[in-house]
Structure formats: structure tokens, C-alpha cells
């Protein structure tokens, strides 16, 4: 039973006064930002409201861990963020165990902003919580770290006069507004949390059954993380092994005379650790008989202290051990699962859009992409014309394109300047086809410097006059057209038929999965038509009371492809899509089939239908 319940709630997970990292002892910060005011909001669940992640019937091991699919141990520096680091650690993890992205860098900096100021979470705190920041990990999205780095040291005054005193306005507690880089950059989410309950078999077999994480976080106390503020003595012997120990009653004591929080991501455990417990005054404790009390079974977890913190620990520096006793009983957790990433290649942008380390041409993705089938060819006018004031005929620029060939894809690129551009009508025309980019758009605003995407040449052979007219349509504000240009791509061969196209398929006829049945539920969908598979995306509609017991596969011709196996997903319905290379090349003709198998008993679900999108 959780003994401190009212502060692990109101501190769960981090909010208000979290510890930091300055050295070997990391700060403390005053927690007074009206606890009591926010304390139904954070509304961390007892644990016998929660039911418990462990199977009646399942073994766990006795030693299990996550490292290999963390990222590096990082420093919160010495402001008050821990919630941030651990929530941003959990999605590194999430994303690395997805596989798409080998080393995910998220923003700290940009996830303490949005939570406070798109989310609207604890506005007027440098603290967070965990389900807020994963709520807006989920709802807004973090970008990168290098689209805004992480600041180790909180505002002051030099930076913002206002930052000072009880009343800071939020901008002091996000370091600032993001830049505008930032702003504009990718957004990276997380699917939405949830609570665990936090006794140990729960917390382990959500680790083992899901393959992730579990953030953690409530009460400090300080003699048990042997840090510089314990009014108590300290055995400092076990801090270069990162043992935090299931607390005293004097350290409780003292603890909450000034009251801090703590958040953290746990990673594994060791039934069979022990450590020997501290008493009040900072010695090994023994028992009235003199023989050492020991307290046995660790979490592993990763903190964020930086790498001078536990530096023994066998798991690597910035790793520490807790007692499950401690978690259990002052602790409160949040889980989140895999983001389902769906990336795509930009074909033509010079980004490597999805990540496989290939960008454009280069990836196999964009080879039936037109831009890569024939090269494009780029044509320009930098001559500057002046635009007349309120005259229908405008003015013109034209562009002579010499080499021949069917085009299959044109962008025409503008820099006009203006001093009011609703006024301005502007097209592009060439022999008896003329295209309107822009009319009467933008109201007051200066300037059109763009770039149009125009299809209405497409077919069309590309050798000829290209002209582009700026009609000024008002009086009171001129311009110029300073320059142009024209990509033009053109046919392979003169071909344009060689656009790939996609079929789908569909079975929705639902099909119960046998609970504990290694033959499992088989759907087939019969394709008729023949034809060269470029591409193979698969959706499947399954319901069923606990996912992670199914295995779902593909197959079409003796081979097998694995989509899904044994994966945790915290509802019980799940619509997913998963891109399938195996078959490219192959035939779509024939029978495809897919198979969900229940590995485990005690759970019946259906397969509620699926599709099959072939592109060929």
C-alpha cells in the first residue's frame, strides 16, 4: 500500500521541484507551485484501480533489460525537467525499438515548450508530468534536437528581466519561443499513454510482454538517492553504483519536510540483487542479532543525471538500480507503445525522407518516379521587367525552350516583387495552352516568390516560347518580375505511359481467431489479374482482448512474410497497414493469404477483415 500517496500524486512523475544534475550532488529545486490547486488535474490512479500487466500464468526471467534499444544518457543540466528527459527518453526508445530510425535525437527543449504552451499543461512551473508531456508527445509532436537544442541552464534575468520571483510568465520556464526553423520542422509523435500499475510484476511484464519501457516518477527522498540535501547522513558507497533503496521511515520523515520529485525511465530488473539498507544514521543496517538486512529485486533504470552519475553501474554510466519496494509504494508509471511510422520518400527534395539512408534517385523508391526515369531539364530568365500600374496587358517575360521531347512534368518558379500583391493576375502560357498560378491571392501582402506544380502541359511537346504575364489589375502599388524559371521533365523514350497504378483488393468477412491454436484464423483474397509487383501495402482490422498474443503473416506462393508477432497494443481493436518488399517483382496473380495465430490462452478474438493494395 502506498504509505505517501498524496505526494506521489501530486508530484507524480515529475512535476514541480525535480531533481537535476550539477555534479555529484544534483539540486533540488523549491517545489511551492501550489500543489494542492493542481492535484485533482494530475489525478495519478491508485493501484487498486489499476489492473496488474501479469498473465495468471506466465514466468518471467529473473534478470531482463532494454538497453540495447535506448538511446544515450543525457544531462538535464540544472534545471527542473526530469519529466521532459524521461518522457523524451521513452519515445527515443519507442522509436529505436520501431527500427525505422537507428539514433533518435528528440527535442527536450521544444517538448518542455509545447507542453506548456500548445498543451497549456502547468503554464506557470518549470515541472511537468509525464502524461502530460506524452499527451503532447501524442497530440502536437516534438521535432529534433538540432532544430532546437536543449538548454541546460533555466532563464534568469539577463536573459528576461521577468524572470525573477514567485510569478514567472511561461517564456521563463520554456527557455523562450522555439525558433521559426523549428516551428516549420518535421513534428515526431508518440501514440497516446496510459497508466501501469506499478507493483513489480505488473511493471515487469509490461517490459517483457511489449518489449518497452515504462517511465516512472513521484517522490524524493533524499538519504535513499544519497543526494547533498538529506537533512540525514548518507552512506555514499553506493553511489557510484546508482542503488537507489526502498526509504527509511526517517528519511521519509525528513524527505517531506521538503518535498521534491523525480522522474525516470525503467529499463530492466534483477530479482536477485541485493543491497544492504541504510538506517537513520547513514550505516549498513543490521538487525538486533547484527546480521545485515537486505533488500532484494532492482528495476533498472536510466536517468537523467549525465554520465558522471553511477559510473560502476554494469549497464553503463547514468544507469541506476531501485528497489521495487521504493517504486511500488511511491511511485506512480506511464507507458506509451510503438509509433507507426509511415514514411515516405520525397522524390526530387534532397532529404532522405524515409530514412533508409538513401535520398531521391538513390532510393529504390523513386525509381518509377518520373523525375528519376529522365533527367529534368532547367531553363531561366533573370532579366527584370517592370509590372505597369492598373494596365490589363501586364507585363511579360518569355523563356525559349530548344530541345524537344513530351513533357511529363513542369515547375515553374517565380520572384516578383510588389508592394501590394491581390492586385496581381499571374499566368503562363505557351502556344494555345495559358495556366492561371496566381489571381488576386494574398490581399496586402508583399512579394510572390513561389513555386507551382502545373500539370496542364503534360503530354505536350516541351520545345517552344514560354511566356510569363504579371497583370497589376489596381492602382497605387507597383512591382517588378525580377526572374523565372522553368524544370521541365520529359517522358523516358518519348513513353508517358509507364505511370505505375495500384489495385486493391479486399476480404471482409470475419473470421473468429482460435484462442491457443498455432493453426489460427487464415482470410485469402483472390487475385485474377496479372501483373509486375512494384510495391505491396497490407491493412488488417483484428479485435481481440489483448494483442500481444497474436502473430499475424502474409503469404502468397510458399513465401511468408511476418507483419505482427506478439506486439503489445493498449486497445483492443487495431487498423494497421504494413508495407511489404518481399513480393516486389513477383506476380500479384494468385492466392494471397493472411494468417492470425493467439499464442497464448485465455483470450478470443476476430479478425475483422483486411485489404491488399498492389502497385505494378
Known amino acids: 500500500m502506498r504509505f505517501t500517496r498524496h505526494l506521489s500524486i501530486v508530484l507524480a512523475l515529475g512535476l514541480g521541484a525535480c531533481a537535476g544534475d550539477d555534479g555529484i550532488d544534483p539540486p533540488i529545486e523549491d517545489d511551492n507551485f501550489g500543489l494542492d490547486a493542481i492535484d485533482g488535474y494530475l489525478g495519478a490512479p491508485d493501484n487498486s484501480t489499476l489492473a496488474t500487466e501479469a498473465k495468471f500464468d506466465q514466468v518471467l526471467p529473473a534478470q531482463f533489460d532494454l538497453v540495447a534499444t535506448q538511446s544515450g544518457v543525457k544531462s538535464q543540466g540544472s534545471r527542473g525537467v526530469c519529466s521532459i528527459f524521461g518522457s523524451i527518453a521513452l519515445m527515443e526508445h519507442l522509436y529505436i525499438s520501431e527500427g525505422t530510425i537507428a539514433n533518435p535525437d528528440f527535442s527536450e527543449q521544444f517538448l518542455q515548450w509545447s507542453a506548456k504552451s500548445e498543451l497549456g499543461s502547468f503554464p506557470n512551473t518549470g515541472g511537468s508530468s509525464a502524461r502530460s508531456n506524452i499527451q503532447a508527445l501524442n497530440q502536437y509532436g516534438t521535432v529534433e534536437e538540432a532544430d532546437w537544442a536543449y538548454e541546460s541552464s533555466p532563464w534568469g534575468t539577463s536573459d528576461d528581466e521577468a524572470c525573477t520571483g514567485d510569478s514567472q510568465p511561461t517564456r521563463c520556464y ?10 516549420m520542422a518535421q513534428r515526431w509523435t508518440i501514440p497516446r499513454g496510459r497508466w501501469i500499475n506499478s507493483s513489480p510484476e505488473s511493471i515487469k511484464a509490461h517490459m517483457f510482454n511489449t518489449n518497452t519501457a515504462v517511465q516512472a516518477g513521484g517522490d524524493f527522498f533524499y538519504q535513499a538517492w544519497i543526494h547533498g540535501g538529506s537533512l540525514l547522513p548518507r552512506y555514499t558507497g553506493y553511489r557510484e553504483h546508482g542503488y537507489v533503496l526502498a526509504p527509511n521511515a526517517a528519511d521519509i520523515e525528513s524527505s517531506n519536510t521538503h518535498r521534491a520529485g523525480h522522474s525516470f525511465l525503467l529499463v530492466g530488473w534483477d530479482d536477485e540483487l541485493e543491497v544492504q539498507a541504510v538506517d537513520a544514521e547513514g550505516n549498513l543496517a543490521v538487525d538486533e542479532a ?11 533504470f536510466k536517468n537523467s543525471w549525465g554520465t558522471g552519475w553511477a559510473t560502476s553501474n554494469p549497464h553503463g554510466a547514468g544507469y541506476g538500480w531501485i528497489a521495487y519496494e521504493y517504486v511500488e509504494d511511491h511511485l506512480s508509471a506511464y507507458a506509451s507503445g510503438l509509433p507507426e511510422l509511415m514514411l515516405a520518400e520525397a522524390c526530387g527534395d534532397g532529404v532522405d525522407n524515409d530514412r533508409n539512408g538513401l535520398a531521391d534517385c538513390a532510393d529504390p523508391a523513386c525509381s518509377s518516379d518520373r523525375s528519376c526515369m529522365d533527367p529534368a531539364g532547367s531553363y531561366s530568365s533573370t532579366e527584370t521587367v517592370a509590372i505597369p500600374d492598373n494596365d490589363p496587358t501586364g507585363a511579360s517575360s518569355t523563356i525559349e525552350v530548344a530541345e524537344g521531347g513530351t513533357i511529363s512534368g513542369l515547375s515553374v518558379d517565380v520572384d516578383i516583387t510588389h508592394t501590394y500583391r491581390g492586385d496581381l493576375t499571374v499566368t503562363l502560357s505557351k502556344g494555345s495552352t495559358s495556366v492561371t498560378l496566381v489571381a488576386n491571392e494574398g490581399a496586402g501582402a508583399d512579394d510572390i516568390v513561389e513555386s507551382f ?29 525580377n526572374g523565372w524559371s522553368l524544370t521541365i521533365t520529359r517522358c523516358a523514350g518519348g513513353d508517358c505511359d509507364s505511370t505505375p497504378e495500384t489495385s486493391t483488393f479486399m476480404n471482409e468477412t470475419l473470421a473468429v481467431i482460435p484462442d ?101
Open 174 to 183: 520554456t527557455n523562450g519561443e522555439p525558433p521559426a526553423a523549428a516551428l
Open 290 to 300: 547484527g546480521e545485515p538486512i537486505m533488500q532484494k529485486g532492482f528495476f533498472l
Open 453 to 481: 506544380d502545373v500539370s496542364d502541359f503534360d503530354g505536350e511537346d516541351a520545345a517552344g516560347t514560354w511566356t510569363l504575364t504579371v497583370v497589376d489589375s489596381a492602382n497605387a502599388d507597383t512591382g517588378n518580375i
Open 516 to 616: 491457443d491454436d498455432a493453426t489460427g484464423a487464415t482470410s485469402s483474397i483472390e487475385v485474377g489479374e496479372s501483373a509486375t509487383i512494384n510495391a505491396v501495402r497490407v491493412t488488417v482490422n483484428l479485435t481481440h482482448p489483448f494483442m500481444a498474443d497474436l502473430t499475424v503473416s502474409l503469404e502468397k506462393d510458399g513465401t511468408t512474410v511476418e507483419l505482427m508477432s506478439e506486439e503489445y497494443v493498449e486497445d483492443t481493436m487495431l487498423v494497421r497497414t504494413f508495407t511489404v518488399d518481399d513480393f516486389n517483382g513477383g506476380d500479384m496473380a494468385g492466392t494471397w493469404n493472411l494468417n492470425v495465430v493467439d499464442t497464448a490462452p485465455a483470450d478470443e478474438g476476430t479478425l475483422n477483415g483486411w485489404s491488399l493494395e498492389v502497385t505494378h
